[in-house]
């Protein structure tokens, strides 16, 4: 069974421009989450797609969006980067309900 | 609001030493708790949850709600257990999970 894919696996950007993160849940799973783990700052939740909605939304600013296709897979948005922008951004898929994430290895954005 | 407090940063034991992860929360509700670890060149997993009450890889976590702690903890240290380690908190009202800033365990040979 294949697990949860994210792409690109690096990306790099400079400020003001926008950046588009990619995932593919598990197979069976509904419930797609991202966070961005930052430097010495943990996990930090950024948002939760059920079924094509948008379900949460962690303390971010509105240029960090996003959207679930009707595969499932998402794709994550981020707008008028800005330095602190750069981080690990993990996805973790579940089935609808669980509470049991699994995670993907991960996008590392850098922004200059 | 739900928060996930980790106070150590870095821990390093002796390889054959116990091993203690400290992990506080706070939460309204009654909790549901994990601890998730990170290997070197790995992805973030799931080591174990409060309501299996199992034993994986030797680590145990019991949920003392008195004290709102879910330490982690295993009574001998191996190499394989240098990690980063994660504790986190399902809020069955918004269906988030919470994680705290996360400690580097190393163990010394």
């Known amino acids: 069974e294949a697990g949860v894919t994210q792409s690109p696996t690096h990306l790099i950007k400079t400020r003001g421009q926008q950046a588009t993160l990619r995932c593919s849940p598990i197979?069976?799973?509904?419930?797609v989450y991202w966070y961005q783990q930052a430097l010495g700052l943990g996990l930090q939740f950024l948002l939760w797609?059920?079924?094509?909605?948008?379900?949460n939304r962690g303390n971010f600013p509105p240029r960090f969006s996003g959207r679930q296709f009707p595969n499932y897979s998402s794709e994550l948005n981020v707008n008028a980067l800005e330095l602190e922008d750069s981080a690990l951004y993990l996805c973790?898929?579940?089935?609808?309900?669980?509470?049991?994430?699994?995670f993907g290895a991960g996008s590392r954005l850098t922004v200059l | 609001a739900q928060r996930v407090t980790q106070p150590e940063k870095l821990l390093s034991v002796f390889k054959g030493a116990p091993v203690e992860l400290k992990c506080n929360y706070s939460y309204s509700g009654s909790p549901e708790l994990f601890w998730y670890v990170q290997y070197s060149r790995q992805r973030l997993q799931l080591l174990l949850r409060h309501i299996s009450r199992e034993s994986i890889k030797g680590f145990t976590a019991d949920l003392n709600k008195g004290e709102t702690s879910f330490h982690l903890k295993k009574p001998f240290a191996q190499e394989e257990d240098s990690a980063m380690y994660y504790c986190?908190?399902?809020?069955?009202?918004?269906?988030?999970?919470?994680f705290g800033t996360g400690t580097r365990l190393t163990i010394i040979p």
């Open positions: 797609y059920d079924e094509g909605e948008e379900r």
């Open positions: 197979s069976g799973h509904t419930s």
């Open positions: 986190a908190l399902f809020n069955f009202g918004n269906e988030k999970l919470t």
């Open positions: 973790a898929s579940s089935r609808y309900g669980a509470n049991v994430l699994t």
